[in-house]
């Protein structure tokens, strides 16, 4: 295929699945598209061609390539503080608010296999007893058919638990060998259906998406054309009922593009609401210290200070701030980079290093000038690497490393964002973007930074040790304690003697160590004394 045929074909994308591809996506968009036209026998010029005809067959091909470009990661229980808002506000508000009519609408839009819609369920069985004398319906739906013909069987592995709390496999699921069989009554409410959230009609009767009372469309935004996403939140609008929510992954949906919606800023997520008849729509922030606020710029970019480097390479202190990718928990080893540190592995289908130029034996002796304090000196070979071998996410991210510690925070953005351009999965570097909009004292921008870390790395143990940070540093030790368990259990199974991004001078034991220190649950609220462990 031609470079202009492939340019065209992203094109079409676009318009059809409303998929942004970014430049670095086109070598995939090459490899799904030859697979399938040579699964169905075309050429791949007639192959698209025939994806521009408006024949019924080529609407199912679509399907099929939608399913090759998209990316179906999903868990139980993902995002743990955004659910806990859900269970502790918006599911009991909206069950009052239903009380009389008896009746639920909750949609799972984007939902991939269906972990996400079933997790719904759960957390709505728990919050109404009474359901099954509830009219209470579950929609899931994705773009990809083959993702929503695995939803319906509700049929899963190990691997979808990787974050759930104990106790809930065993009651929402029966075992059948190697897989879990989600339970009966939990199926019966949850339906699933293909759908395109770029140019379905919404609300949409026929399929029941209308009046509905909560939308959950996590982690697709971001896969979308930014242009498409004003329009798809008003629709979304129509589609709920007067008091209903729309809840978003983290900054996917900017709080410009909100429409006629309500805002409120939680610590653990945004709820977009559509106000009752006579309410007024506005933007608040709560549990911000000294209570709710006004915030009219959520968004804005973080300002650092420059000059103060942050505390990392050597001697951390405890508990750390930082973002760590890497370690695969329970069923596979972590993997340990050839630069030395668990972290900053990527994930499958992104860009591989090169074997030329910059070499991750590179990556090992920048980490080691960093382990010594020599910060320049790291930061020009990271340079040289560069310069010799062509970008790569993790001397990007290594040369912003080195900046951040020498007090140069622009310039150690600037190569944060490089690198994420480069390998938009690289946790590190989002990670050390979260640490620097923390110390230039923009908590919400350095919570979205350390979220989207532990998104696109569920396993970023370093993530989890500086959401646990900015929580402590609001008092809120709860969260605090939460985030700091997650890092205990997954730390708990990395090798003992893993070095972990990027306390390069610590080993996973050490560390696990130092933690365990400060993971004493919290005391109940009541006889909480006002003092706060320092967190650096
Ligand atoms: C990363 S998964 C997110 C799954 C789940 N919401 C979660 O957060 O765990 C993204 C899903 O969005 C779906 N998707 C992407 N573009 C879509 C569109 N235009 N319409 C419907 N689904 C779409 C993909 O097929 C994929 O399954």
Known sequence: MSDE?????????????GLFLRTHDLSRLRRASQERATRIGLKPVA??????????????????LASLLTIHETYFFRDQGQLALLRRQVLPELVRARAQQRR?????????????????????????????????RIVGSDLSSRAVALASQGSYGSWSFRLMEA??????????GDAWQV???????????????VLDPL?????????????LCRNVLIYLDRALIPDLAQR?????????????????????????FSV??????????????????????????????????????????????????????????????????????????????????RRPGTRPAPTAGGTESDSLRIRTLLRLGSHREALVVAQDGIRTGGPRGDLLYLAGRASANLGEHRQAQEYCRQAIVLEPYYAPAHGLLGEIADVSGDRVEARAHLRRAIYVQPEFIAGYLGLAGLHEDEGDRERAHRHRETARRLLRALPPGAVVEPYYELTAQRLLEQLEQFCVPPPPVASLPHTRVATR
Not at 47 to 62: G, M
Not at 108 to 119: L, M, N, R, V, W
């Open 264 to 345: 409120t800023v939680h610590a653990d997520s945004v709820l977009f609401r559509r106000p009752a008849p006579g309410e007024e729509a506005g933007i608040r922030r709560v549990g911000a210290p000294g209570g709710v606020t006004q915030r009219p710029g959520l968004t804005a970019a973080a300002a650092p200070a420059e000059g103060r480097p942050l505390p990392t390479g050597k001697a951390p202190v405890l508990p750390p701030r930082l973002p760590t990718p890497g370690a695969r928990p329970r069923t596979t080893p972590a993997p340990r980079e050839p630069g030395g540190a668990v972290g900053g592995s």
């Open 104 to 136: 639920l609408r909750l949609w799972s839009a984007g939902c991939s296999t269906g972990e996400e819609a079933y997790t719904l369920g759960i957390l709505l069985s728990e919050v109404l007893p009474e359901l099954s004398r509830w009219d209470v």
């Open 236 to 260: 979304f609008f129509a589609a709920l009922r007067p008091g209903g929510y729309l809840v978003t992954g983290h900054a996917e949906l900017p709080v410009e593009s909100r429409g006629g």
């Open 203 to 215: 609300p949409n009767p026929a399929l029941q998406l209308e009046e509905l009372d909560l939308i």
């Open 167 to 176: 106790g809930y496999q065993e009651r929402y699921f029966t075992r059948h």
């Open 47 to 64: 192959y698209v061609q025939f994806l521009s005809t408006l024949l019924p067959e080529a609407e199912r091909e679509w399907q099929e």
């Open 183 to 197: 339970v009966d009554w939990l199926r019966a409410i949850t339906h699933f259906q293909t759908g395109n959230l």
């Open 5 to 17: 045929e492939l340019q065209y074909l992203q094109l079409l994308v676009g318009r059809r699945l």
